[in-house]
């Protein structure tokens, strides 16, 4: 039979179909070349890792399973296609899990749930009661544990958006007043003999050198909880019970 396609336009149909293929082997040349530019996406986990062999039948099913698993984590162009989902999830859909995003400059996230913005601007701040009943219930606390022999360090750890201010929203960013950190920390130094631990300063001192806290997640990185490590072996004592709150 004879195509009623003329040949001078079959020329469209190749190039699309040859796009298609490409399209569908790139996951695979990925896997063997490499190529896909795209920065690791901050899991919080550990990826899944090649399984064994199996040593015979009776392990078939188990090694299947982890292959499976491990292609899951592996495959080629995961990154760019994870980055991209990500993207599309908080600009074109706005899922659920992603309204409590607030974007900040040259890509920085930040969460804006639990009244952040409040928190940060200083709209929300402490009552002397409420700071009253934080010192009294850190020293009910450090009187429990002192009666056993145990010295007490209550630690704060900070949020993202109080070492990283600087890339926030413009509409946002100058608008920083005094947060309930600020208070919280002044009050114990004047009222309490707690020993309460800011780690802000160690880890805005340690932010010039390289990132301290991960650009698309609200948890520090590897480096920022090293800080933070140093920074409560420094200030602790022998045997004693470090709190992070």
């Not at 020329?11 to 179909?17: H, Y």
């Not at 990154?79 to 599309?88: F, T």
């Not at 309204?99 to 900040?104: D, E, P, S, T």
């Not at 709209?123 to 700071?131: I, N, S």
């Given at each position: 039979m004879?195509?009623i ?5 079959r ?7 040859s796009l ?13 070349f490499?190529f ?5 996406p901050?899991e919080?986990?550990l ?9 015979g039948?009776?392990g ?12 899951n ?5 995961r ?10 999830k908080?600009s074109?859909?706005?899922e ?11 890509g ?6 639990n009244q ?6 200083g ?9 009253q ?11 429990w544990l002192a ?7 209550f630690v704060?750890a900070p ?11 413009p509409w946002?960013?100058d608008?920083g ?14 009222h ?15 932010k010039k ?13 590897e480096?920022?909880?090293f800080l933070?490590y140093?920074?409560v072996?420094?200030?602790r ?8 709150f």
């Open positions: 004879t195509s396609i003329p040949p001078k336009r020329w469209p149909n190749r190039v699309l179909i298609f293929i490409l399209f569908l082997l790139l996951p695979v040349l990925d896997m063997g490499h896909d530019p795209t920065r690791p901050s919080n986990r990826l899944a890792a090649l399984p064994k062999p199996p040593g039948l009776a078939l099913q188990k090694f299947l399973t982890g292959w499976e698993t491990y292609f984590d592996h495959f080629g162009c990154r760019c296609l994870v980055l991209w989902h990500n993207k599309l908080w074109l859909f706005r659920k899990n992603t309204r409590n995003v607030l974007m900040g400059i040259d920085w996230m930040f969460m804006s749930d952040m913005i409040e928190h940060f601007r709209a929300q701040p402490f009552l002397e009661a409420d700071l009943q934080w010192q009294k219930l850190l020293e009910r606390r450090r009187d009666a056993r022999g145990i010295n007490y360090l704060l949020d993202k958006h109080t070492v990283y201010p600087e890339y926030l929203p946002l960013k608008l007043g005094r947060t309930k950190a600020d208070q919280f920390f002044a009050y114990m130094k004047v309490s003999t707690v020993p309460v631990l800011d780690l802000r300063p160690g880890l805005l001192a340690g050198s390289a990132p301290v806290y991960q650009k698309t997640d609200t948890h520090w990185n480096l920022g909880a933070a140093q920074q072996e420094l200030n004592f022998a045997g004693s019970v470090r709190e992070v």
